[in-house]
Nanobody
Framework: QLQLVESGGGLVQPGESLRLSCTASGFTLDNYAIGWFRQAPGKEREGVSCTSSSGGSTNYPDSVKGRFTLSRDNAKNTVYLRMNSLKPEDTGIYYC????????????????WGQGTQVTVSS
């Protein structure tokens, strides 16, 4: 019954924005770091961004720095990923994942995963 559910994906044109949501059920996110990963067709899944339990955040690929922003609403048990100025190379399935306290871009360190939400950036 410990679940993470992503939502907010869709089809957008280059330059537009999306906000993804990651909501936990069965546990609370207050003491957890939440990471976002994405997987493009034919490519390895990569770490995108992460927010620690203290509220700090880190973007991992240089390509998303300055464009993606994480925020946390513990009252709603939800973490948001705001993605601005989207590019075609941002296309992929976006997953949120949870681990205790500290951020990481290594997916094996995360024990809880959502089912993913599709983001497609195309003109």
């Amino acid at each position: 019954q410990l679940q993470l559910v992503e939502s907010g994906g869709g089809l957008v044109q280059p330059g537009e924005s999306l906000r993804l949501s990651c909501t936990a059920s069965g546990f609370t996110l207050d003491n957890y770091a939440i990471g976002w990963f994405r997987q493009a067709p034919g490519k390895e899944r990569e770490g995108v961004s992460c927010t620690s339990s203290s509220g700090g955040s880190t973007n991992y690929p240089d390509s998303v720095k300055g464009r993606f922003t994480l925020s946390r609403d513990n009252a709603k048990n939800t973490v948001y990923l705001r993605m601005n100025s989207l590019k075609p190379e941002d296309t992929g399935i976006y997953y949120c994942a949870a681990r205790e306290v500290y951020c990481s871009n290594q997916e094996y360190r995360f024990g809880y995963w959502g089912q993913g939400t599709q983001v497609t950036v195309s003109s």
